[in-house]
């Protein structure tokens, strides 16, 4: 027959043997180290107002390229403003037909009926001026007539192709407000009315109007501005 051993001595045999790896770790004692709690921290999300708070994420794809980038993509080109340089032919007709008054004057006769042509009057005003004289009606014809060639001369400028001709327009009106003082000085001292004007009285009337008309045509026409791609 087996002995039987009690159920109690069984577990405090058992209760009694310790591992062999504890015991060559720790020594003979049989005692289990303490070991630290670790613990582990979770960092909370942000709120916002005690809510939840959304934070967009960055789109790296989204981003739009740079502009030299989306150039060479085949998209469109840039497009910057280009003031178009061009010329002024109206103001320019009327400042050359003021010219062309100023020079069929001198072939006519600046009083009704068989009175002095343009050029003699310019030649007397001219040697009267050189002379220190200034009779009356003397100074007035020379300088209408100056006057229009200076105008024959700005208004070949207005045919060049610029940026504007705001510069050229205000010296045109500057001359032509001379030969306006002039006619109504001349008309003034002589005390001419419209019935006694010549064929060349009228084309010295015709130069200051001419020059007005031409000058603030080009005072007043605005640069062309276009876009052109860079």
Not at 36 to 57: C, N, Q, R, S
Not at 113 to 138: C, F, N
Request: glycine residues 10%.
């Amino acid at each position: 027959m087996t002995e039987r051993r009690p159920h109690g001595s069984v577990e405090r045999t058992a209760g009694r043997r310790t591992p062999r790896s504890w015991a060559r770790r720790h020594g003979s004692t049989g005692t289990i180290p303490n070991l630290a709690p670790v613990y582990l921290t979770v960092e909370p999300d942000p709120t916002l107002l005690g809510f939840p708070a959304e934070i967009p994420e960055d789109d790296d794809d989204d981003a739009e390229p740079p502009a030299a980038e989306t150039a060479a993509d085949g998209a469109p080109p840039l497009l910057e403003l280009v003031v178009v340089r061009r010329a002024d032919p109206i103001a320019a007709g009327a400042l050359v037909l003021a010219g062309v008054a100023a020079n069929v004057s001198l072939v006519l006769s600046w009083a009704s009926g068989d009175g002095p042509t343009g050029l003699t009057l310019v030649q007397r005003g001219v040697e009267a001026l050189s002379a220190g004289e200034a009779p009356t009606g003397a100074w007035q014809p020379p300088v209408v007539v100056l006057c229009g060639f200076l105008l024959v001369l700005l208004g070949f400028l207005m045919l060049a192709p610029t940026r504007g001709h705001r510069l050229v327009g205000v010296l045109a009106l500057i001359v032509a407000l001379a030969a306006t003082a002039a006619v109504i000085l001349l008309i003034a001292d002589l005390g001419l009315t419209a019935d006694q004007f010549g064929p060349g009285m009228w084309c010295a009337v015709a130069i200051p109007v001419l020059g007005v008309l031409g000058s603030v045509k080009a005072m007043s026409t605005a640069p062309l501005v276009t876009l052109d791609p860079r």
